[in-house]
């Protein structure tokens, strides 16, 4: 069994001055923590991947193709591989659980 702790998770990311921290790898999966801070950039490009997006916390917009929603703690949202999708509105600081499949490359 592998466990994680979110405030681990986040102290980790922080440390590493990235946005984006992978903590879990396997064969057919890839679990990371996304960090945006209110009023920030959102910089992805579509990835070769499917994705799945859970909100741990803050409050944001996001726009996945041509359709836009608002997301907030306990939201979840697919992302087809491909696909231009992006985070914007980011009202307050976002911290997003990201499952890609298969890996992320």
């Not at 070769?48 to 836009?68: C, H, N, P």
């Not at 306990?74 to 890609?100: C, M, N, Q, T």
């Amino acid at each position: 069994m592998k466990a994680f702790r979110l405030d681990e998770l986040e102290a980790e990311r922080a440390a590493n001055e990235g946005a984006y921290l992978q903590f879990l790898r396997e064969r057919n999966m890839s679990v990371g923590l996304y960090a945006l801070n209110a009023g920030e950039h959102d910089p992805q490009k579509p990835h070769g991947q499917d994705e799945v997006y859970f909100v741990v916390s803050g409050r944001a917009s996001i726009t996945v193709g041509l359709e836009t929603t608002q997301v907030a703690r306990g939201s979840v949202v697919y992302v087809p591989a491909g696909v231009a999708h992006k985070f914007h509105h980011i009202s307050e600081d976002l911290r997003v659980l990201v499952v890609f499949s298969p890996p992320e490359a």
